[in-house]
C-alpha cells in the first residue's frame, strides 16, 4: 500500500512539472514582450530565442518520459496486487479450522470443478497452489495463470508438493512431429501422451523461478531423474529456455553447456547450429543446441531402428544411455522453485 501511495504521489506530482512547464512555453510563444525580452537575455547567454524554445520543449518531452515510466511502474504493481490477491483469496480456507468447519472443503472441490465456467474468480494458477489448498490426488484440474484464459492440466501430487505436468510419453499414441503451432497450443491427451504447449507452459512460469523435473526410463525397467532451475521466455523470444541453477542429477550436461536455448521445430529454425535444421534432421521440437544432446520429443520407437538416420530421430538423452538409445517413457514436471525452501 505505501508504495502504491508513493507512486500515485511521484504520478501526481510530475503531472503538475508538466503542466507548469506547457504553461511557461505558452507564455514564452504568446507574449511579444516575452520575446523581446528572451532575446536580449538570449544575447546575454549566447543562446538564440529559439533554442530557449527548444530547450523548454526538450524539458516537457522528459517529465512527459517520466509520466510514462511512472505509469508503467503503476500498472505493472496493480497487476502484481491482483495477482496477490487471487493467491490470498484460494489459500483463505487454510486459515479456518478444517476439523470443525468442512465447509472450505466443499467451496474448493465446487471452484475446481472442471464443469465450472472460466469467469471463475477463484481458479487455481498451478497445481502447485492446488497441493498448498489440502488436494492430495494426482489428476486433471483446470488452471488460471495470471493474465490466460483457464485451462486444464494433470497435477502429479507427491510428497514433495503439487507438480504440473508439461510432456508425457508412454506408449507413442500420440505424434509429436508436429510445427510450430502445434507445439506452441499444445496436443495429445492429458492422460496419455501429450504436450502441454509452450504458450500455456510460459503463463504457468512467468511469475518467478521454477523447477523442471525430468524423468526418464528405459526397456530394462532402469530410471534416472534430472531437475534444474529454469524461466522460459514468451514467444517473442521463441520461448527460449533460460537456465538459471546448477542442474541436481548425473546428466546435467546434456543440456547444462548452454544457458540459453531458444524453441526450434522443422517450420522454425532457432537451433544453435548454422548449417542444420536440427528438428527436421531429428524430428519433434525440442529447445535444440547443435542437435546431438538431447530430444525428448522424438519419434518413439519400441527397438533400436537398423537405419542410422532413423535411430537420430527417437528420443534419447546423450549423457545417460546414449546418442541412439530409444527412451521407453519420460515425463516433464514443472514447480516453482521457492516451495523446496519451504518447510
Known sequence: GGRLSAHNSSLGRLLRQAREAQERGERLRGSSRMARTSRILGSHLALPPQSLMDAQNLRIEELLQKIKQQQY????????????????????PLHHNKTQSPKWKINLKKSLNLTNQSQNANLPEGCHQLFLAGQQSSGIFQVQPAGSQPFKVYCDMTTEGGWTVIQRRMDGSVDFDQLWDAYKNGFGDLRGDFWLGLEKIHHLVQEGKYNLLIELEDWEGNSQVVQFVFSLGGESTAYTLNLLGPLSGELENAIGEFRQLPFSTRDRDHDLKADTNCAKHLSGGWWFSTCGHANLNGKYFRSIPRQRHERKQGIFWKTWKGRYYPLKSTVMKIQPAALEAEP
Open 73 to 92: 511502474k503503476l500498472d505493472k504493481q496493480n497487476l502484481q496486487i491482483k495477482s496477490l490477491q487471487s493467491k490470498v483469496n484460494l489459500l483463505i
